[in-house]
């Protein structure tokens, strides 16, 4: 299957120099939701607004749907819906000029049933004659959704959708967007809650700096980067592991009290049958054991502290590298 988004090589450097993206390449396949993570500033919203025609690129190419998103602009323009970070609407219109509008700008033709399908999938049919200036919150943002879809996009991105919104909009938003996904749109979102790039997304692509640090099938990164914990909770603590056990990846709490003991997911000997009998031998006797699993969380901390620690040690290289 061809991907539906192609980023080649994609670059931005602002005016007074900074770059916010360094030869980013990406496909992004076609009915899949694909999740962007990265710290702020990393260059999320900027990769997005280039793809989406806000932001002009300084280099390389993206191609949505067949259509170059710079020689091609409306018909990519067309395919794609927005749900921006900010709020931004036209307070004095009604929701539903709002709507009619928005279609309009993308050439779609009138479709009032479409329209009053997509208020009612996000609870806003009874507000459609209301000016979005007596909206709250969290309806504008509702609104702003409405409008991403009034055209009917094949590819939706969701820019921070759920930042600062009640809880009931979060949940409405994610039964939308698997609805969408069945009807084969495709869905890019940006996010801070981790648990709902976790629970929704089929890929994760981490950004950090304007480089992208990895790109995954989301269960291939949780076996691949996600490591197990055994935590065993000791019937008398101790001062410090003993000498004998210092070889194995285990470590112990501060009061003395447990031991941790790290393995890796996809070895077939994870080792703890082992540790059991040393620990016995030493006369090391536990009342309680447990495991926990890496999170999706876990293994993007990990991804951005490493990312951040190679780029320093790059800069420092090339500063020796120009002193030389």
């Not at 061809?2 to 916010?20: D, E, R």
């Not at 004659?129 to 509702?142: F, N, P, Q, T, V």
Request: proline fraction near 4%.
């Amino acid at each position: 299957m061809h991907p539906i988004i192609t980023v080649s090589g994609l670059t931005k450097t602002y005016g007074s120099g900074f770059q916010a993206l360094k030869g980013i390449d990406l496909e992004i396949r076609r009915g899949e939701i694909f999740a962007l993570l990265g710290p702020n500033g990393a260059g999320k919203t900027t990769l997005i607004s280039i793809i989406c025609g806000i932001v002009n690129p300084s280099g390389g190419t993206v191609v949505a749907d067949g259509h170059d998103v710079v020689r091609d602009y409306r018909a990519a323009r067309r395919k794609i819906g927005l749900v921006p970070q900010e709020l931004s609407t036209d307070a004095f219109e009604t929701v539903w000029a709002t709507l009619r509008f928005s279609r309009g700008l993308f050439g779609r033709p009138p479709d009032p049933a479409h329209l009053e399908k997509v208020l009612r999938a996000l609870s806003l049919w009874e507000k459609k004659d209301s000016k979005i200036m007596a909206l709250s919150g969290g309806m504008k943002r509702r609104v702003l959704i409405a409008k991403a879809l009034a055209h009917e996009p094949e590819i939706l991105f969701l820019d921070e959708p759920t930042a600062g919104v009640d809880v009931e909009l979060r949940h409405d938003m994610w039964q939308l967007v698997r609805k969408l996904r069945e009807d084969g749109v495709t869905i890019i979102l940006t996010t801070h809650y981790i648990e709902e790039a976790e629970e929704m997304a089929d890929r994760i692509g981490v950004i950090n700096h304007g480089e992208l640090v990895l790109v995954e099938d989301k269960t291939t990164l949780m076996r691949k980067l996600g490591k197990k914990q055994l935590t065993l909770s000791l019937q008398e603590p101790l001062a410090a592991i003993p000498a004998e056990l210092a070889g194995l990846p285990l470590e112990l709490s501060a009061d003395g009290q447990s031991l941790v003991y790290t393995f890796d997911v996809q070895s077939e000997e994870t080792g703890i049958a082992g540790l059991l009998r040393q620990l016995h031998a030493h006369g090391i006797d536990f009342r309680d054991l447990h495991s926990s699993e890496s999170s999706l969380e876990d293994i993007f901390v990990s991804l951005v502290r490493n990312s951040a620690r190679n780029g320093a040690d790059r800069e420092r290289a090339i500063a020796q590298e120009a002193q030389a």
